[in-house]
């Protein structure tokens, strides 16, 4: 599966002949100055939870590719109301059959709100299942056992886990993320976007080695086969 890296927590991957953008935040971020939101490709957007750093140009890629945004129930809500046409509202534990195969939203342990202070429900995580293959992104959230829930229901190839530490797992945490749901290879995300998430990168790929996990941190704009 092709998987491209858009800085902060987005990133699209390519499934069953379809685009699956997750939590787009491009034009707000600094680090992403290279990356051109308004030619990125979609057909679905996957949305974990209502913060900024997650949702900023949902809106605009929604409105011009027609992407189907599949989000927790009140963050599915909120872009309906902000004129997304394609808004598949879910919540925890549901999963449903699409185009490109099976989604299922995850628990994840986090915070949920909107830009404009409307309550976001829960934050979630997903696992999408496919003829290419299935993987999971556990969205910004901290370690928890529920994780291990994963790997009894489905075989993954990779998983895409945030490593920044302070406001979600840090590398430690996620690599044991990893032994929870049964895959030793993680795309790390939401590092360096902000001061608090300054990743070491060595020392994150040490601990990755160490642990015979293969910890892949591609550059903002680089797609890579995972
Ligand atoms: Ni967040
Ligand atoms: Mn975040």
Known sequence: MKFTYYGHACFSVDVAGNTLLFDPFITPNPLA??????????????????????????????QRTGATVIAPFEVGDWFEKKGVKNVQAMNHGGADETKFGRVKLTAAI????????????????FVVESTDGNFYYSGDSALTLDMKLIQEQTQLRFAVLPVGDF????????????????TNKIVGVHYDTFPPIK????????????????????KIGESIEV
């Open 33 to 62: 100055s290279s990356i051109e939101a308004d030619k990125i490709p979609a057909d679905y957007i996957l949305v974990s939870h209502g913060h900024a750093d997650h949702v900023a140009d949902v809106v605009s890629i929604a």
């Open 199 to 218: 990743l070491d990168r060595d020392a994150a790929l040490k601990a990755a080695r160490r642990v015979g996990t293969e910890l892949l941190l591609p």
């Open 110 to 125: 986090h915070s949920s709100s909107m830009p404009d202070g409307t309550y976001g429900g829960n934050p979630c995580g």
């Open 167 to 182: 406001f979600t797992m840090g590398v430690d945490d996620a690599l044991r993320a990893a032994e929870f749901v049964g």
